[in-house]
């Protein structure tokens, strides 16, 4: 099983609607979880960071946490084509406290 | 205007050759890492730093040195010994006691 792992997609989400991405972890202690966002041809950029379970939200975006399903995903309400992106999740791993990340979902808002 | 900036965003060399990446902060964070992105793959971690004068290999460190002599600098070379070194690099750092990382531009590097 992949340390972390996400469904490459692409996901196309047509504009105006919620695109959830998903995340699954293998480390079931890890405590701190985050999620980037790729341009192409960009760096990743830091959107949400989340460590207790449940809902947290910032904007247009809810990140959710479930450790005993070991499951974080992002939620982005009202997508815009500027959401269209790679979103990386990353966690990081108890053991070496060092951050292991995905490769990433391909979204694809439809105008 | 605090940042990260890496330079030079393109870089282009023979094969053979040596070739340093630069990346300097100005965020006051300890820690700096350094990252292979390949097409298709996750970011891999090449070497990272906590602290000034002290780094450590990541999951992929042959063929890649790195220095920290200040807090604001982490440079990567990217020796001759590395055997696919055409990437995107990426150089990242964390503030003390923070785990949340913060991406420089990258340098695009083609070696042919």
């Known amino acids: 099983q992949k340390e972390v792992e996400q469904n490459s997609g692409p996901l196309s989400v047509p504009e105006g609607a919620i695109a959830s991405l998903n995340c699954t972890y293998s480390d079931r202690v890890s405590q701190s979880f985050f999620w980037y966002r790729q341009y192409s041809g960009k760096s990743p950029e830091l959107i949400m960071s989340?460590?207790?379970?449940g809902d947290k939200e910032d904007g247009r975006f809810t990140a959710q946490l479930n450790k005993a399903s070991q499951y974080v995903s992002l939620l982005i309400r009202d997508s815009q084509p500027s959401d269209s992106a790679t979103y990386l999740c990353a966690v990081k791993r108890n053991r070496d406290d060092k951050i292991i990340f995905g490769k990433g979902t391909r979204l694809h808002i439809l105008p | 205007d605090g940042g990260i900036t890496q330079s030079p965003k393109y870089l282009f060399r023979k094969e053979g050759q040596n070739v340093t990446l630069s990346c300097e902060q100005n965020?006051?964070?300890?820690?700096m890492y350094w990252y292979r992105q390949d097409p298709g793959q996750g970011l891999r971690l090449i070497y990272y730093s906590q602290i000034v004068n002290d780094f450590q290999k990541g999951d992929i460190a042959e063929g890649y040195s790195v220095s920290r002599e200040k807090k604001e600098s982490f440079p990567l070379t990217v020796t001759s010994a590395q055997k696919n070194p055409t990437a995107f690099y990426l150089c990242?750092?964390?503030?003390?006691?923070?785990?949340?990382?913060?991406f420089g531009p990258g340098t695009r590097l083609t070696v042919t």
């Open positions: 965020l006051n964070h300890d820690a």
């Open positions: 989340i460590y207790s379970n």
């Open positions: 990242a750092s964390a503030g003390t006691g923070r785990y949340e990382q913060y």
